[in-house]
């Protein structure tokens, strides 16, 4: 009951973490961190730190899976016994199945599954330590990590949430604004293509409230956008300065 009363945002009108309520933690991507997964990518969104995984194309098991017309995207997100405060027991709990259907279904529409008839790919999201949004940054790292699998893409996606923290609308929720605050509204977006493809809330939001929310994110996730394509490029400046040393 004490948290309740917490104020998220002070005199100036800036959060806890110092931040302006449109602004973005700080975010560090590096891509192809990992040499045995055919794509993977690694992402700090403030306290959160998360590894993308990709398997794939290749046969699926078990065969029963596969698909006539396209290809088949299975995906698992898995927090880390130590990834928050009090350990997480390792089973697979009712939150991370949902959100490895979440991170899918955002997946998805970005992905030419048309192409590999017959096939699967595995995204497997660990999150090492969480810090509220981690569905997002998730999908953020997966993304990249499919693009650097070479897995051909419409385009990116990118994701960011924007909630409600005291009377404020606020961009991409750390966990306690996320624990204390009203509202979360996560938001997933191929940029390029400006197509969203996810788009959830949980709290209570006038319509007013939800449209400066859903644009706020909107807005995060073309900036997280712009930080993707730099860590991709940044990949392959190095494969090649490699392959000419
Ligand atoms: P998201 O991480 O996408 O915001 P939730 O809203 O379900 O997803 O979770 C918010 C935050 O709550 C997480 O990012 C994490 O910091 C925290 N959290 C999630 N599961 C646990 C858990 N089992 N124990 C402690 N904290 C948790």
Known sequence: MSQKTEKLIDKKGLRLDGRKPDELRPIKIEVGVLSNADGSAYIEQGKNKILAAVFGPKELHPKHLALQDRMVLRCRYHMAPFSVQERKSPAPSRR????????????????????YPRTGIDIFVEVLQADGGTRCASI???SL???????????LVAACAAGKADD??????????DKIGTADVPVALMPNLNAITL??????LTLEEFK??????????????ALQKEALKLKYVSVKEEAEE
């Open 140 to 142: 953020t790292a997966a």
């Open 96 to 115: 991370e199945i949902e959100l490895s259907k979440v991170i899918r279904e955002s997946l998805e529409p970005a992905i030419f599954l048309e192409y």
């Open 145 to 155: 990590a499919l693009a650097d699998a070479g897995i051909p893409m419409r385009d």
């Open 212 to 225: 400066k929310a859903v644009n706020m994110a909107i807005e995060g996730c073309k900036k997280i956008y």
């Open 199 to 204: 788009l959830q809330m949980d709290g209570i």
């Open 168 to 177: 404020t609308i606020v961009l991409d929720l750390m966990d306690t604004e």
